[in-house]
Every structure is written in structure tokens, then in C-alpha cells.
């Protein structure tokens, strides 16, 4: 997809709006998206990045299947190329859609600032390496992904925040909610 010379984003919003974006987003036709977040996906004390996911809609669903991280900073090139070539696509080889839950989950607790390029690709983005998402690692933006991040948000690790020990049951049952 052509870089476009966009600045503004189709949706900003914060970590309190995510479950909100995500039922918006369900059943959108999406080519080629992007969702920017102002915050740090930390893989050690040491290496830290802002993270930018690629979207789009596969087979009816919108899914995060790519991902680049901005690496910023104080870094010589040597440094740089190190890490964008070799430390990178060695973490994300070792992340875990779990992982990526526990980032959602503290994107919400922190109420961090996010943005949705929609069928844009942003100049911007056009130095950022993005790289493929295995099978396991893919993020389906739906109810089930709302119900694992809330069960990361609860301390006990359940759902019952809602009130329910089956949250799915609320979303696939609207009529259980008076």
C-alpha cells in the first residue's frame, strides 16, 4: 500500500476506550490498518520500544497480524542496526499471544493513548520493519480477546468483575444483562 502523507489518525482514543474500539471494529472491512500506541512493549530492563500492530480483516474478522516496534533513542547506529536486526525478531519470535493480552491489559490499567490509521498507512510508518505474526501469535480484536483482557485486569484472574462468572455469556446474551 502507498505511504500516504497523513498526520491525523482515523480514531484516537485511550486504554479505557479499547473495549469500546474493538466492538466498533468488529465486522469493519479493513485492507491494510495500523493501531499506534504511545506506550513501551518492555521485553527486559534493558530494551523497551514503542509498538506499532498492523491490522487487517481476515475472513470476516479484523486481526492483528504484524507488528514493528520503533527503535528510538540514544543509539549509535551500530546499536540501532544491532537491535532492529538481530534482538527484535528474535523477541517477537518468543512472544506470546499471552504477552500481547498482558500489553492490552496494561494499556487499559494505565489508560495509555492509542491511535487507528484505517486503510491508510501513514508516512510515518515507512521506516518501521513490520514483521509476520505466527499462527499462535495472532490477535483476533473480538469478545473473546475483551474477556481474556479482563481476566488479566481482575486480581483473582477471573471474570467475575462483571458481576458473572461466564462474561461471555454477557456478550453473546445481552439479554442476561436488566
Do not use: C
Amino acid at each position: 500500500m502507498e505511504q500516504k502523507d497523513i498526520e491525523l489518525p482515523d480514531w484516537l482514543g485511550s486504554g479505557q476506550d479499547l473495549f469500546d474500539t474493538i466492538q466498533i471494529l468488529k465486522g469493519k472491512k479493513i485492507e491494510q490498518g495500523f493501531m499506534e500506541i504511545d506506550y513501551n512493549f518492555k521485553f527486559s530492563e534493558k530494551f523497551s520500544y514503542p509498538v506499532v500492530f498492523e491490522l487487517k480483516t481476515l475472513e470476516g474478522d479484523v486481526v492483528i497480524d504484524r507488528i514493528a516496534f520503533r527503535v528510538s533513542g540514544e543509539k549509535d547506529d551500530k546499536q540501532r542496526k544491532i537491535e532492529e536486526t538481530i534482538i527484535i525478531p528474535g523477541v517477537i519470535r518468543t512472544l506470546t499471544r499471552e504477552d500481547f493480552i498482558k500489553f492490552f491489559a496494561e494499556v487499559i490499567k494505565k489508560d495509555i493513548d492509542f491511535a487507528l490509521y484505517l486503510n491508510e498507512s501513514p508516512k510515518k510508518f515507512s521506516g518501521l520493519k513490520f514483521r509476520e505474526l505466527k499462527e499462535g501469535q495472532k490477535i483476533v480484536l473480538n469478545e473473546q480477546l475483551i474477556i481474556e483482557i479482563m481476566a488479566q485486569l481482575e486480581p483473582t484472574g477471573s471474570t467475575s468483575v462483571l458481576g458473572s462468572d461466564n462474561a461471555g455469556a454477557l456478550f453473546f446474551n445481552p439479554g442476561l444483562i436488566k
